[in-house]
């Protein structure tokens, strides 16, 4: 009898704690302002909740804005799955920053968009990645990056409003994930950089593998065009076309980590 009562005193304050965890939990979507002055820390992670719009108007980018009846996705999940259309050539971001008092500039850390997109502060343009409408667009493959974030917070704590304005082709929309593939940081410039140089680093190392295939592809391409070479057997001509082509895409994406490489080029 004794040994049934603890199972079911341990049963009922495990269900008891469960409770008090699920009561605890928001029940509505977490608001899009992330407060930097509360946490205290000089980084945070700033990718719970933006709110989206599809279309484009250059007002939606003025920090008087009001979002409020924008709805909100987690960036960092499929975006066509709350809501944002495959097909969306032109759409808008939003989130706030609260900087604390003193602060000069932030740092963002954005990871890699398969879109064109520009980056405002407060209304003005901060970057651009690609090129978007009205002038010549185009797509390109997506890359982490950082942004600085002009604050100029006085001796109180400050809102930055910031939008991202998004395009992608109209001819190859639904092709490319619309997903932001990682986690956004924002906070003090030095933490950000170097939390930015190790995800780098550490991206690089779990691509090794990936690297050694490519280079084994290539000197199979190089050994084949030698044999065709040797035989003029247009077997091992069409092999090594193959391979060394393949090991192409490689570079690609090796260049677009430095720079807005175009799609259509890849």
Known sequence: MSKFSYREAASLFFHAAALAVWLALPLSAPCQTFDLDASRLPIAQVDSAWRFHLGD????????????????????????????SAKTELAWFRFHLRAPA?????VLELPAISKSYQLFADGRLVSQVGTLPPGPAYNVIGASRVFTIP????????????????????ATAGTRSSVVRGEVYAGSPETVLQHFAATKSADLLSDGSAYTIDLVKLIVGVSAAILFWL??????????????????FFLSDIMAGHQAWSFNLY
């Open 231 to 248: 035989t003029r057997e247009r077997f091992y001509l069409w092999y090594a076309i193959s391979q060394i082509v393949d090991t192409c």
């Open 102 to 106: 003193h602060t000069h500039a932030l």
């Open 151 to 170: 604050v100029n917070s006085d001796a109180v704590p400050k809102d930055v409003a910031v939008a991202i304005r998004v395009w992608q082709n109209p």
């Open 57 to 84: 108007d250059p007002g939606w980018s003025r920090p008087d804005f009001d979002d409020s009846g924008w709805p909100v996705l987690k960036p960092t999940e499929d975006w066509t799955e709350q809501g944002f």
